[in-house]
Structure formats: C-alpha cells, structure tokens
C-alpha cells in the first residue's frame, strides 16, 4: 500500500487519464467522416500513431505513458509492475478515453457521430479472424514498447516514442480493413459506452489482452530473457517497497513503470 500513499503514484495514474483521453479525441476525432469521400485510412492511421507518439513522449517520464490496458496487460505479465498500479492505471485508461470520446461527442455535429464507432467488423470477417488480428496488431505493437524501452539495450539509437507511434500507425494502415484495428481495449470500450453497443466487443478485449500477453512472454523469455527468478517476480507483482540507500529511494532495481526517461 505504500504506492497509495504515493504522491507519484497518483501523478502517474493520473497521467494515464491525460494521456488516454487525449489519443482518443484526437485519433477517433481523425475517424470521423464528414462527408463520404473524406474517410482516409492513411489520415486516420497517421494521426492515431502520431498522437501516440506525441502523448508517450509527454507523460512517459511520469507513468511509462502505457495509455493502452493490453501494454499495462504485458507490463504485469512481464512481472514489471504491482498488479496494485495496473489495476489503477487501466480504470484511468478506461475513464480517460471515455472522457475523450464524449468531450468528442459533443462537440460533434449529431450527423457526423455515428462514426465515433470506428471498431466494426468488416463484412466477411469472422469473429476468429477478428481476434486473431487483433492479436497480432497488439503484438507487435508490445514487443516494439519493451524493445524500445529496455533500459538493458546498449547503443539505443533515434527516438522511443516514435518507434511507438510507427508501430502504431502500421497497425492501423492494415487492421482499419478488418477490424477497424482496436489494439487497445480503452480506445474501443469508451465508443461502446456512448452508443451502448457491446456486439462483438469482447473480441476488442480478448484480441489485444491475448497479444500483449503473448509479447511480453516472447521478447521476455526468447528475444530478451529477463533473467528474474520467481520469488522477485512476485515480490515486484504485490507492489515490495523498493529498498532505500541514504534515504533516498533506490530504483535501479525497481520495474515498476515503463523506463522512458530517455524518450
């Protein structure tokens, strides 16, 4: 409990807020289609990826700038951060892209919000294929995150925020033909809320939960072995209190967040 007590932690959690809730105004915002030949993959994408790009590059330094529950998802799974912190950072995923979304919403002219609901199937496209994109798209998107953040990797060239914002932007230029590309369970819930329109949603938790799993365990036991045994594994997943040298805390030996200083 020592986080809750944390002025940082909050800081931190609130940062989640501020960032998911400005990627989804924006991205969603580039989504709408205001007139019917204005719709254009290569706008949505490129804003999506540069506004995560832009917003990890923001509050990396302060949270990890995860602003997507699967990366958070990975982030425990990896065994680098208490399930105490994930739990609060994705709530303030979820709320932060539902205030995004609707502050959205409203500016919006009543015509143009429908397609606020940018996450659909396409025709053609069953509910397995659905998630098995989504499980690729999601991946991808956190093996680049722990690959670019690894405070472990030597001779880190270029910028971390926008190797993430590419990867980001790639999933989109292929996913928006299938599934609209969700690779992010907040972004894809906060429309659902406004239209109360839950069809096929799940696949938007289960696709991209499912891949980020799956890339933390390959970059963490094939790509990069993060050689932790199992008792510090479970000390970092309760949230152990760091230890403290010279009364200062010590935390070269604490995976807590995302290690983004350097974006």
């Not at 995150?145 to 690894?150: E, N």
């Not at 996913?175 to 938007?204: C, K, Q």
Request: aromatic share 14%; glycine share 10%; hydrophobic share 50%.
């Amino acid at each position: 409990m020592w986080e809750f007590r944390s002025l940082s932690f909050w800081r931190a959690v609130f940062a989640e807020f501020y960032g998911t809730m400005f990627f989804v105004f924006f991205g969603l915002g580039a989504a709408l289609r205001w007139t019917s030949s204005s719709y254009n993959v290569l706008q949505v994408a490129f804003c999506f990826g540069m506004a995560a790009a832009t917003l990890i590059q923001s509050i990396g330094h302060i949270s990890g700038g995860h602003i997507n529950p699967a990366v958070t998802f990975a982030y425990v799974i990896s065994s680098q951060m208490s399930l105490f912190r994930a739990f609060f950072y994705i709530c303030a995923q979820c709320l932060g892209a539902l205030a995004g979304a609707a502050v959205l919403y409203g500016v919006t002219p009543s015509n143009v919000r429908g397609n606020l609901a940018l996450n659909t199937l396409q025709p053609g496209i069953s509910l397995g294929m659905a998630t098995t994109i989504e499980v690729f798209l999601t991946l991808q998107l956190v093996v680049c995150v722990f690959a670019v953040t690894d405070e472990r990797r030597n001779g880190r060239l270029g910028s971390a925020a926008l190797s993430i914002g590419f990867s980001v932007f790639m999933g989109h230029l292929f996913g928006m033909y299938y599934t609209g590309a969700g690779m992010n369970p907040a972004r894809s819930f906060a429309p659902a809320v406004l239209f109360r329109n839950f069809i096929n949603h799940w696949v938007y938790w289960v696709g991209p939960l499912i891949g980020g799993a799956v890339g933390a365990l390959l970059y963490d036991f094939v790509l990069f072995p993060r050689m932790l045994g199992f008792s510090e594994r479970i000390a970092v997943l309760k949230g152990s209190r760091p230890a403290e040298t010279d009364g200062q805390q010590d935390t070269r030996g604490e995976p807590i967040e995302l290690k983004t200083q350097a974006l």
